[in-house]
């Protein structure tokens, strides 16, 4: 079982990134797929859920209107699309998926933004 996050670097403020994580070793669409994010000396701050049905929901305040969360059953993949990135989005983000009985996570990828 495995996710593998990928898309993370270093950019400025106002720019574009998008995340990807991709899910092998599982039945990707009998699980609901969330991105994290966390900040060293904090914990996990739940930014996005989409579900098995692709119903997404964003959690987290301060980004909504800004990141969204698709998910491609073929490619077994969940992305993590930011926009209009700020300082305040700089983190370590987590890919999460989950179903009733298992959870698993992935290795994190760092988004740095800043000036």
């Known amino acids: 079982v495995q996710l593998v996050e990928s898309g993370g670097g270093l950019l400025q403020p106002g720019g574009s990134l998008r995340l990807s994580c991709a899910a092998s070793g599982f039945t990707f669409s009998n699980y609901a797929l969330s991105w994290y994010r966390q900040v060293p000396g904090t914990v996990h701050n739940l930014v996005s859920t989409?579900?098995?049905?692709?119903?997404?929901?964003t959690y987290l305040n301060s980004v909504k209107g800004r990141f969204t969360n698709p998910r491609d059953k073929d490619k077994s993949t969940v992305y993590l699309q930011m926009n209009d990135l700020r300082p305040e989005d700089t983190a370590t983000y987590y890919c999460?998926?989950?179903?009733?009985?298992?959870?698993?996570w992935g290795q994190g990828t760092q988004v740095t933004v800043s000036s």
């Open positions: 989409i579900t098995t049905t692709g119903v997404s929901t």
């Open positions: 999460n998926a989950r179903t009733g009985t298992n959870e698993y």
